[in-house]
């Protein structure tokens, strides 16, 4: 199994530029978290998905920020227009939809905005 | 809304002893689980251990075991016989159990391990 697989590792993006963020899950896991890591905020729930299906978006920053799970095989995390306060390292992990599944992170991203 | 606290923000230990990480969670629900992830400094985080809240068995894997105190929520993570590896942040996590799919996962602040060799 490969595991939670997320793209790209590095991002430097100048402010006002638009970042997409991409997760491919491990097959079969029907459930899809992306988090946000800050040193000042710690890891942060910003959207969770349940068979592609948005259930909870509460964490989502602002406008800005917007996510898709067009289908069980990938998501994506856009921000548009980035800002420096969106710098930090966004995790992808998914699940099986059994109550006591733990989550498998992937080896997240880190977003510099400049 | 659940909080979970983590008092420690850094711990050190002797390579080959033991060291206790501390946890306390607030919640109104009865049945949970939670858990402890390990991020070392490749920033994967790594599943450690997880205890379903209904059970009054301790969870022990390996080196690692907590002692789960449901009516204090108290969850705290010992690792025993320190090991180099073991360097890394902590991060005690909580889940609401339900019946219609998964739930997010709620973390702690964190505590930064450091082993001397």
């Known amino acids: 199994d490969a595991g939670v697989i997320q793209s790209p590792r590095h991002e430097v993006t100048e402010m006002g530029q638009e970042v997409t963020l991409r997760c491919k899950p491990i097959s079969g896991h029907n459930s899809l978290f992306w988090y946000r890591q800050t040193m000042m905020r710690g890891l942060e729930l910003l959207i969770y998905?349940?068979?592609?299906?948005?259930?909870?978006d509460s964490g989502m920053p602002e406008d800005r920020f917007s996510a898709k799970m067009p289908n069980a095989s990938f998501s994506t995390l856009k921000i548009q227009p980035s800002e420096p306060r969106d710098s930090a390292v966004y995790f992808c992990?998914?699940?099986?939809?059994?109550?006591?599944?733990?989550?498998?992170f992937g080896n997240g991203t880190r977003l510099t905005v400049t | 809304a659940q909080t979970v606290t983590q008092s420690q923000p850094e711990m050190s230990v002797q390579e080959a002893e033991t060291v206790t990480l501390s946890c306390t969670y607030d919640t109104s629900e009865s049945d949970y689980y939670l858990f402890w992830y390990k991020q070392p400094p490749s920033r994967q985080m790594i599943l450690v251990i997880r205890q379903e809240a209904y059970k009054q068995q301790n969870a022990t894997e390996n080196r690692f075991s907590v002692n789960f105190q449901k009516a204090a929520k108290s969850f705290s993570l010992k690792i025993s016989d320190s090991q180099l590896g073991d360097a890394a942040m902590y991060f005690c996590?909580?889940?609401?159990?339900?019946?219609?799919?998964?739930?997010?996962?709620?973390f702690g602040t964190g505590t930064r391990l450091t082993i001397i060799p």
């Open positions: 992990a998914s699940s099986y939809g059994r109550v006591n599944s733990p989550l498998h």
């Open positions: 998905f349940n068979n592609n299906v948005p259930i909870d």
């Open positions: 996590a909580y889940r609401r159990r339900t019946n219609f799919g998964n739930e997010k996962l709620t």
